[in-house]
T-cell receptor, first 117, second 112 residues
Framework: AQSVAQPEDQVNVAEGNPLTVKCTYS??????LFWYVQYPNRGLQFLLK??????LVKGSYGFEAEFNKSQTSFHLKKPSALVSDSALYFC???????????????FGQGTTLQVKP | DADVTQTPRNRITKTGKRIMLECSQT?????MYWYRQDPGLGLRLIYY???????NKGEISDGYSVSRQAQAKFSLSLESAIPNQTALYFC???????????FGSGTQLSVL
């Protein structure tokens, strides 16, 4: 079955420290992987995606994510956290076999990132 | 102006009432989606549409219906609202299957 897991409900980091938000997935075929961020009272905004190619993907606002096929993971990272990064982060996967050409995404349950000054 | 606009932003209704949530977009995208967000569950797909004649059920379509009135408009209806439909609802669009989704700001629906 296709699934996405974000094992941490909340991640707390101090401003200036590196941050990691974890994501693991399970799909039948090759995955297309996405990260979205949701700020309070806003819709989700796209951060980055992995389709193919280099396992390290760079995205908006200084975020990056590393695709690890053997560990079926796609963790979101940032070298130096900002207070303004505090938000709800969602990992999502598209299973090519399951979704065909529909573009349907399966979302994780979300991880709240809290960056403290 | 927002690329994807949802109305209303907030709605409180009573059990058994019919309610419609509306979504319009200026992206020119053919693909439109309705998701609901529940705390701890992430986003779940309700319905999606590739054009005005192509409507498809998502993983949780029971109790919902949709209408694609035009390329730019995709509305979600709850024919007889029930309390467990209390959630945050998002409309989204995309250009192709591999492109990112563009989300509206959401509609917070409370069914009493």
């Amino acid at each position: 079955a296709q699934s996405v897991a974000q094992p941490e409900d909340q991640v707390n980091v101090a401003e200036g420290n590196p941050l990691t938000v974890k994501c693991t997935y399970s799909v039948s075929g090759n995955p297309y992987l996405f990260w979205y961020v949701q700020y309070p009272n806003r819709g989700l905004q796209f951060l980055l995606k992995y389709i193919t190619g280099d396992n390290l993907v760079k995205g908006s606002y200084g975020f990056e994510a590393e695709f690890n096929k053997s560990q079926t993971s796609f963790h979101l990272k940032k070298p130096s956290a900002l207070v303004s990064d505090s938000a709800l982060y969602f990992c999502a996967v598209r299973d090519i076999i399951y979704s065909g050409n529909t573009g349907k995404l399966i979302f994780g349950q979300g991880t709240t990132l809290q960056v403290k000054p | 102006d927002a690329d994807v606009t949802q109305t209303p932003r907030n709605r409180i209704t009573k059990t058994g009432k019919r309610i419609m949530l509306e979504c319009s977009q200026t992206k020119g995208h053919d693909r439109m989606y309705w998701y609901r967000q529940d705390p701890g569950l992430g986003l779940r797909l309700i319905y999606y549409s590739f054009d005005v004649k192509d409507i498809n059920k998502g993983e949780i379509s029971d109790g919902y219906s949709v209408s694609r009135q035009a390329q730019a408009k995709f509305s979600l209806s709850l024919e007889s609202a029930i309390p467990n439909q209390t959630a945050l609802y998002f409309c989204a669009t995309s250009g192709t299957a591999n492109e990112k989704l563009f989300f509206g700001s959401g509609t917070q629906l409370s069914v009493l």
